[in-house]
């Protein structure tokens, strides 16, 4: 089964990236264990959401946005999904890139502390992620993604465990949920990080790229249960060793290492570093991919990841996220947008889903069951809440 894990990998390396750790960091910080079990919801909510796009790419043979665009049979409904659709994640990728790369490079400042190389190192990986998106098919991104995720997981956890933490504490924030005062704006931050709309995107498409018969059903199931739930344990472990860090002020995961340094020595520092620059990597490859997948299925292009389209997409978002953090740039209009299309785009597309997997036509004997139902309602119900949430905070800015 080890050997066959692939696409969901990839999602869980795009949802452990710097928003997710820094929001990890926080919670962890502010609140201690109290909020883990958020983080419980939020993994079932994404396994639930991923499982059924995964099933949809391979039972289709297609990309998430080739079967909504073809059950949507009201051309205005159509356009105006695809609308939605194409603003939050293409344009939503571009504004959030830079965070990705920035989250990289805070890790590579740490291990290589040279000034004069510091504002090289956005380029620097930049270019590193150019050249292996180019010259790479989907065989080689996915052994590199097995590594990464491996390297971001034994540095966190092994941060976790120096700090030697309370296993019934830890079961206790898991399974009695709390909202300590001031918190419900950081539960749902920790949700929306690892909710990821652009994931579905991504899943279905990676899942299409993979498998192609229908029997491979239940090794898509098992990869995305177990590469989710190990990205979740990492998510963790992060809010894990920001607990057990004795400063309340943090606004990143090196902060939290700084803090833990005194008590544990240098280790810390270059063991959240290695984290951070790999979480930082592999969410820097995952937000342009996922925008050149959704282009290519809006636009009908065919040639799959060769297509001089789909790299000129990926290429553009990528070179958005270098140019805006090389240059200090922050396109808050942009940013705001992306968050409202993805405010509206989470819910729609929780909806699209669950009635796309329902659909004899489209799925056959692979349709949900009464309990994949009750979730997925569920779920959409939380998305819905969550996405109000995030355009009311976007409104409430202007």
């Given at each position: 089964?080890?050997?066959?894990?692939?696409?969901?990998?990839?999602?869980?390396?795009?949802?452990?990236?710097?928003?997710?750790?820094?929001?990890?960091?926080?919670?962890?910080?502010?609140f201690?264990?109290?909020?883990?079990?958020?983080?419980?919801i939020?993994?079932?909510?994404?396994?639930?959401?991923q499982?059924?796009a995964?099933?949809?790419?391979?039972?289709?043979?297609?990309?998430?946005?080739?079967?909504?665009?073809?059950?949507?049979?009201?051309?205005?409904?159509?356009?105006?999904?695809?609308?939605?659709?194409?603003?939050?994640?293409?344009?939503?990728?571009?504004?959030?890139?830079?965070?990705?790369?920035?989250?990289?490079?805070?890790?590579?400042?740490?291990?290589?502390?040279?000034?004069?190389m510091?504002p090289?190192?956005?380029?620097?990986?930049?270019?590193?992620?150019?050249?292996?998106?180019?010259?790479?098919?989907y065989?080689?991104?996915?052994?590199?993604?097995?590594?990464?995720?491996?390297?971001m997981?034994?540095?966190?956890?092994?941060?976790?465990?120096?700090?030697?933490?309370?296993?019934?504490r830890?079961?206790?924030?898991?399974?009695?949920?709390?909202?300590?005062?001031?918190?419900?704006?950081?539960?749902?931050?920790?949700?929306?990080?690892?909710?990821?709309?652009?994931?579905?995107?991504?899943?279905?498409?990676?899942?299409?790229?993979?498998?192609?018969?229908?029997?491979?059903?239940?090794v898509?199931?098992?990869?995305?249960i177990?590469?989710?739930?190990?990205?979740?344990?990492?998510?963790?472990?992060?809010?894990?060793?920001?607990?057990?860090?004795?400063?309340?002020?943090?606004?990143?995961?090196m902060?939290m290492?700084?803090?833990?340094?005194?008590?544990?020595?240098?280790?810390?520092l270059?063991f959240?570093?290695?984290?951070l620059?790999?979480?930082?990597?592999?969410?820097?490859?995952?937000?342009?991919?996922?925008?050149?997948?959704?282009?290519?299925?809006?636009?009908?292009?065919?040639?799959?990841?060769?297509?001089?389209?789909?790299?000129?997409?990926?290429?553009?978002?990528?070179?958005?996220?270098?140019?805006f953090?090389?240059?200090?740039?922050?396109?808050?209009?942009?940013?705001?947008?992306?968050?409202?299309?993805?405010?509206?785009?989470?819910?729609?597309?929780?909806?699209?889903?669950?009635?796309?997997?329902?659909?004899?036509?489209?799925?056959?004997?692979?349709?949900?069951?009464?309990?994949?139902?009750?979730?997925?309602?569920?779920?959409?119900?939380?998305?819905?809440?969550?996405?109000?949430?995030?355009?009311?905070?976007?409104?409430?800015?202007?």
């Amino acid at each position: 089964m080890l050997k066959k894990i692939g696409p969901g990998v990839l999602v869980a390396a795009a949802f452990v990236g710097p928003g997710t750790i820094a929001m990890c960091t926080l919670a962890g910080a502010r609140f201690g264990y109290a909020l883990i079990w958020a983080l419980l919801i939020s993994i079932i909510a994404t396994i639930v959401l991923q499982g059924m796009a995964g099933r949809i790419g391979l039972v289709t043979q297609k990309g998430l946005v080739d079967v909504v665009r073809e059950q949507l049979r009201t051309p205005w409904v159509r356009n105006a999904v695809l609308a939605v659709v194409l603003g939050a994640i293409l344009i939503g990728n571009a504004a959030y890139e830079g965070g990705n790369i920035g989250g990289a490079t805070l890790g590579l400042e740490q291990i290589f502390p040279n000034p004069q190389m510091r504002p090289f190192f956005p380029a620097l990986i930049g270019i590193a992620i150019f050249c292996l998106l180019w010259f790479s098919n989907y065989k080689v991104l996915e052994r590199i993604f097995v590594g990464l995720v491996a390297l971001m997981g034994v540095s966190f956890i092994i941060c976790a465990l120096m700090t030697k933490p309370s296993l019934s504490r830890i079961l206790e924030g898991m399974f009695v949920p709390s909202f300590p005062q001031d918190s419900l704006l950081t539960v749902v931050a920790l949700v929306g990080t690892t909710v990821v709309p652009y994931n579905l995107f991504l899943h279905a498409s990676l899942v299409r790229e993979k498998w192609k018969s229908q029997s491979d059903l239940k090794v898509v199931k098992w990869d995305t249960i177990i590469s989710i739930a190990l990205g979740g344990l990492v998510s963790m472990a992060i809010l894990i060793t920001a607990s057990a860090a004795p400063i309340s002020d943090m606004n990143n995961a090196m902060d939290m290492a700084k803090g833990l340094e005194p008590l544990f020595g240098k280790m810390a520092l270059y063991f959240m570093a290695i984290g951070l620059l790999a979480a930082g990597v592999t969410s820097a490859i995952t937000a342009p991919l996922a925008a050149a997948y959704v282009a290519s299925s809006c636009f009908g292009w065919e040639g799959g990841m060769q297509d001089k389209r789909f790299k000129f997409t990926w290429a553009f978002v990528l070179l958005c996220g270098i140019i805006f953090l090389s240059f200090d740039i922050k396109p808050i209009q942009v940013i705001q947008f992306a968050q409202v299309a993805n405010g509206v785009l989470l819910p729609v597309m929780a909806l699209l889903l669950l009635w796309v997997v329902n659909k004899k036509a489209v799925m056959g004997e692979n349709r949900n069951t009464l309990l994949q139902n009750v979730l997925g309602m569920a779920i959409v119900a939380f998305a819905i809440f969550l996405g109000t949430k995030s355009i009311l905070k976007v409104m409430g800015t202007l």
